[in-house]
């Protein structure tokens, strides 16, 4: 009998977001039900071999395989990304060259942002059929349609209809072969450098823009926000402010749940704190990008 692929997941993280990353992890393993090997690829941006061992020893083995892969190493040799004034990390471009990336032979991968806790199989999204789609993804729950703000504002401009679902980024099944072949990374680059000016979420914004009309629309269930009301979704997206801080101000029973994985791992018992790293990073985030753009 053919020993079954494995199932293939990227995900990009930072230090500061190990922790984050560690209760995802946990979260995957423990909801898992085929006996499916699950293979996580996990671009680092600045880990320390200390958070590398939390996270590794967070999760089981035989379950989950850890890939570790420098950020740097990820990026093509002269690759440019465009360079907003917002907080968010450049490593959110990352996402986009994940098809160029990955070991050569793998066909499809999941990708997920590292605030998230996942409550059904994994396997059930793995097996979603995207039919002729590059990707699946889940309508974005407060932007909702390209033509609100933060959608794509020039959706006439690029042929897309005004009530086009707009997908939120952070939860995306991908046809490695489909979007190779479509061309999709620079596509997007050159979406997202053009129409600098228009986009709020400039990835996100490039993605939609360039995927609008060939994306598979996933059951909402599979990204929900961490305000929303569904009692138990499948996927939890901390959006916003993160439980970890003493300032999370979205729903106290999606918190719940987050701590309930993550005192699975090596960060059990961890208690919220207060915001002073939180500015940290995004002073850091945002410096970065200044020194780029000097």
């Known amino acids: 009998m053919k020993e079954q692929e494995p199932i293939s997941i990227v ?33 680092e941006d600045g880990f320390t ?70 409550l059904e199989d994994i396997s059930v999204l793995w097996h979603t059929d995207l039919g002729d789609n590059i990707v699946g ?50 596509k997007v680059i050159n979406c997202i450098f053009e129409n600098s000016a228009l986009a709020q979420f400039q990835d996100q914004y490039g993605l939609n823009a360039v995927l609008a009309k060939v994306w598979y629309h996933l059951d909402p269930l599979w990204n929900r926000f961490a305000y929303s009301e569904e009692k138990r979704p499948f996927l939890i997206h901390f959006t916003g402010r993160k439980p970890i801080y003493k300032t999370y101000e979205f729903s106290e029973d999606y918190k719940s749940i987050f701590f309930e994985y993550l005192n699975q791992t090596e960060w059990k018992n961890f208690k919220p704190v207060g915001e002073t790293k939180r500015y940290i990073k995004k002073l850091s985030n945002i410096l970065e990008k200044f020194k780029k753009m000097i």
């Open 11 to 43: 995900c990009v993280c930072d230090n500061h977001y190990a922790i984050l990353l560690a209760a995802l992890l946990k979260s995957i393993e423990a909801n898992h039900k085929t006996r499916e090997k699950i293979d996580v690829y996990v671009v």
């Open 49 to 118: 071999g200390k958070n590398k061992n939390k996270v590794s020893n967070s999760v089981k083995s035989d379950v989950i395989s850890i890939i570790w892969l420098p950020m740097k190493d990820c990026l093509p040799k002269g690759a440019k990304v465009p360079v907003d004034k917002s907080s968010l990390p450049l490593n959110i471009y990352t996402r986009l060259y994940i098809p160029q990336f990955i070991p050569k032979g793998i066909k499809k991968v999941i990708f997920l942002d590292v605030d998230m806790i996942v």
């Open 137 to 186: 993804a889940v309508q974005d729950q407060f932007i909702q349609i390209v033509s609100k703000w933060g959608g794509v504002s020039n959706y006439a401009e690029l042929g897309i209809d005004a009530d086009n679902k707009y997908f939120n980024a952070g939860l995306m099944v991908i046809d490695i072969e489909k979007w190779n072949e479509a061309d999709i990374t620079n």
